[in-house]
């Protein structure tokens, strides 16, 4: 079974300011994916940024980037340029590579990001 | 885009009775979507992933009599709470996946209170 670990409950940011949001997992899969996604006020689930675990390059998405470490399972996601709207929980999740369709997430436990002006 | 629509956002009911909720994917055609239910402050829980034309399958711990999943279409599934208690107050989110994407789209979630 997998894992996901967010050591962080809260982080608080200024806004314009960069913030680092820790993530590990474990996983005995060689391959899968991984995801951060966040759920502000609204709840609505938003993905944030996707990396595969394949690829050694580090995902971005714009204001966001990962620092994925396979060997040492870990996957972290940095923001940059902090905004307002940015203040969500944000979850770091796993899924395995199962064949062409949609698989299982697993999530981390959160971690609530304010963006203070 | 891949879209998700749940319904109804909000719902409130009496202890004992049931309830549905359902999740349409709009703009695909989703053999797989997913159940999750989420407590204030903590994360997403799978429940049971639904699967178009067979059986869901259940999380450990969930009880599929209590919580019946119907996948009847390629763009349709719905969770049913039956005999709806307090306890069962929360915030259930589906997702389904564009086949081949490997991404995952939510709804944007209901929140179920029973009195």
């Known amino acids: 079974a997998q894992t996901v670990t967010q050591s962080q409950p809260e982080m608080s940011v200024q806004e314009a300011e960069t913030v680092t949001l820790s993530c590990t997992y474990d996983?005995?899969?060689?391959?899968?994916?991984l995801f951060w996604y966040k759920q502000p006020p609204s709840r609505q689930m938003i993905l944030v940024i996707r990396?595969?675990?394949?690829?050694?390059q580090n995902a971005t998405e714009n204001r966001f980037s990962v620092n994925f470490q396979k060997a040492a399972k870990s996957f972290s996601l940095k923001i940059s340029d902090s905004q307002l709207g940015d203040t969500a929980m944000y979850f770091c999740?796993?899924?395995?590579?199962?064949?062409?369709?949609?698989?299982?997430?697993?999530f981390g436990e959160g971690t609530q990001l304010t963006v203070n002006p | 885009g891949a879209v998700v629509s749940q319904h109804p956002s909000r719902v409130i009911c009496k202890s004992g009775t049931s309830v549905k909720i359902e999740c349409r994917s709009l703009?695909?055609?989703?053999?797989?979507m997913f159940w999750y239910r989420q407590f204030p402050k903590q994360s997403l829980m799978l429940m049971a992933t639904?699967?178009?034309?067979?059986?869901?399958?259940?999380e450990q711990g969930v009880e599929k009599d209590k919580f019946l999943i119907n996948h009847a279409s390629l763009t349709l599934s719905t969770l049913t709470v039956t005999s709806a208690h307090p306890e069962d107050s929360s915030f259930y989110i589906c997702?389904?996946?564009?086949?081949?994407?490997?991404?995952?789209?939510f709804g944007a979630g209901s929140r179920l209170t029973v009195l």
């Open positions: 999740a796993f899924m395995k590579r199962y064949g062409t369709s949609g698989s299982r997430l697993t």
């Open positions: 703009d695909f055609q989703a053999t797989t």
């Open positions: 997702s389904a996946s564009r086949s081949g994407a490997n991404v995952l789209t």
């Open positions: 990396q595969e675990a394949y690829k050694q």
């Open positions: 996983t005995s899969e060689s391959n899968y994916y």
């Open positions: 639904s699967n178009e034309g067979s059986k869901a399958t259940y």
